[in-house]
Nanobody, 117 residues
Framework: VQLQASGGGLVQAGGSLRLSCAVSGSIVGLYNMAWYRQAPGKQRDLVAT????????SYADSVKARFTISRDNAKNTVSLEMNNLKPEDTAVYYCNARHIITRREYWGQGTLVTVSS
């Protein structure tokens, strides 16, 4: 299973970005999906999750009402819409997949989001 994250870049505070994660080698509907982020010098933190059936989502308190995770199981993709970005959102964002039965995890390579003040 391979995850390819894209969509990062430089944006001013208050702006928006949309990250995408393309999953290959398996069916994304078999995985709970998540986005994590890691700021320089800090641990990797969970940002948002989406259940395998796309029914349940969850968000870190710091991004609630600003970020939206979505998935298209037919296209094998997961996205993270980020609005009203803040400088503290600056981080490398990683896509994560966890198989619903085996619990095996896969990670994408990360995409850098930089928010300038």
């Amino acid at each position: 299973v391979q995850l390819q994250a894209s969509g990062g870049g430089l944006v001013q505070a208050g702006g928006s970005l949309r990250l995408s994660c393309a999953v290959s080698g398996s069916i994304v509907g078999l995985y709970n999906m998540a986005w994590y982020r890691q700021a320089p010098g800090k641990q990797r933190d969970l940002v948002a999750t989406s259940s395998s059936d796309a029914v349940t989502t969850s968000y870190a308190d710091s991004v609630k009402a600003r970020f939206t995770i979505s998935r298209d199981n037919a296209k094998n993709t997961v996205s993270l819409e980020m609005n009203n970005l803040k400088p503290e959102d600056t981080a490398v964002y990683y896509c994560n997949a966890r198989h619903i039965i085996t619990r095996r995890e896969y990670w994408g390579q990360g995409t850098l989001v930089t928010v300038s003040s």
